[in-house]
């Protein structure tokens, strides 16, 4: 019993000439905080008085600038002509393919159909030799329409309406623009008119007044004495 309290009594006395540290766990840093994406510095507004400044082109850059632009023009015009180029080309060459085809083997009504064609034409030709160029140009064109109508009544027929759709369609937009353009003349007339009625009226009021010299002011003289004025000039 007296060992056990020397023991104890000594531990004590002991502990007060060692530094211990002693660390306090607060209930903050127990527990993480969760932060929303938007308090991130990355998804920050940027401030309203930022601006952007556009950089000043360089001399080198002002140069292959100019160049491009006045080139471009020209590389679209030879992209343009070299489509149109290349489209024609095939095109010829898909007509001549099939025209070989349809004249290898050709229908039994083609060569009558030719014949009558040419034997039109030709007829037209002999009868306007001495005619005149009208004659010559009408004659022949006109017999063979005639002759391609007979030939061929169904694609004439369809052409024909075609083209009747098409000249009624370009009479009616010709007349409707002259009919738009004779109501300006004539609505520009009628305001003409009008300016000059008005322009009368206004002179005719005015040529009615007449000025009374009893109202003038002549200060110390009379109308009679304007002989013995002088003016300094």
């Not at 009558?116 to 005619?131: F, N, P, Q, Y």
Request: hydrophobic share 35%; with cysteine.
């Amino acid at each position: 019993s007296l060992s056990q309290r020397a023991t104890l009594a000594a531990i004590p006395a002991g502990l007060a000439f060692v530094s211990i540290n002693i660390y306090a766990a607060t209930e903050e840093e127990s527990k993480p905080q969760s932060v929303k994406p938007n308090q991130l510095p990355i998804y920050c507004v940027p401030p309203l008085k930022s601006r952007y400044v556009e950089e000043d082109p360089g001399h080198l850059q002002v140069g292959f600038s100019t160049l491009r632009k006045t080139t471009s023009r020209y590389v679209e015009w030879c992209k343009d002509a070299y489509v149109f180029v290349k489209n024609g080309i095939m095109d010829s060459i898909q007509f001549g393919k099939d025209t070989y085809v349809y004249l290898k083997n050709p229908p039994p009504e083609f060569l009558p159909k030719v014949t009558v064609l040419t034997i039109s034409g030709l007829a037209g030709l002999v009868l306007a030799r001495k005619g005149s160029r009208i004659k010559k140009i009408a004659y022949p064109l006109g017999l063979t329409t005639l002759a391609v109508s007979v030939c061929y009544p169904a694609q004439s027929v369809v052409l024909a309406k075609i083209t009747g759709k098409k000249v009624y369609d370009a009479s009616h937009q010709t007349y409707e623009a002259v009919g738009s353009l004779w109501t300006k003349n004539s609505s520009m007339k009628e305001v003409l008119l009008t300016q000059k009625e008005d322009t009368k009226v206004d002179v005719a009021k005015t040529a009615k007044f007449k000025f009374d010299p009893r109202l003038m002011d002549h200060g110390q003289s009379s109308p009679e004495d304007v002989d013995m004025y002088s003016t300094r000039s």
